[in-house]
Nanobody, 125 residues
């Protein structure tokens, strides 16, 4: 059974840090491009970061560049999203997803084959 399980979401103060984890089962993350997406209340889902299947190249949406880092640990079959200098506008449910495309994209929807259930990140004082 193919499954993604996100964890690590929490309530954190502005300027704080969190690391989200996305543990996969039923498939190998190294064989896929992995993306992190987020959706805030009343807003459309937004691509945040991704790491490509072919060469592990990474992409970030402008609003998180320099603050978020995506990485994968193949031994643990897990992908991470390290987040620092968090802002209230980072508040959202964060999802990870897997794509068979050679290069990942921050456009979600049908380009991604598997999705996790999401983890809540709230940045507030």
């Amino acid at each position: 059974q193919v499954q993604f399980v996100e964890s690590g979401g929490a309530l954190v103060q502005p300027g704080g840090s969190l690391t989200l984890s996305c543990a996969a089962s039923g498939f190998t993350v190294d064989d896929y491009g992995i993306g992190w997406f987020r959706q805030a209340p009343g807003k459309e889902r937004e691509g945040v970061s991704c790491i490509s299947r072919l060469d592990d190249s990474t992409s970030y949406v402008d609003s998180v560049k320099g603050r978020f880092t995506i990485s994968r640990d193949n031994a643990k079959n897990t992908v991470y999203l390290q987040m620092i200098s968090l802002k209230p506008e980072d508040t959202a449910v964060y999802y990870c997803a897997a794509t068979e495309l050679p290069y990942c994209t921050l456009v979600g929807g049908p380009t991604y084959d598997y999705w996790g259930q999401g983890t809540q990140v709230t940045v507030s004082s």
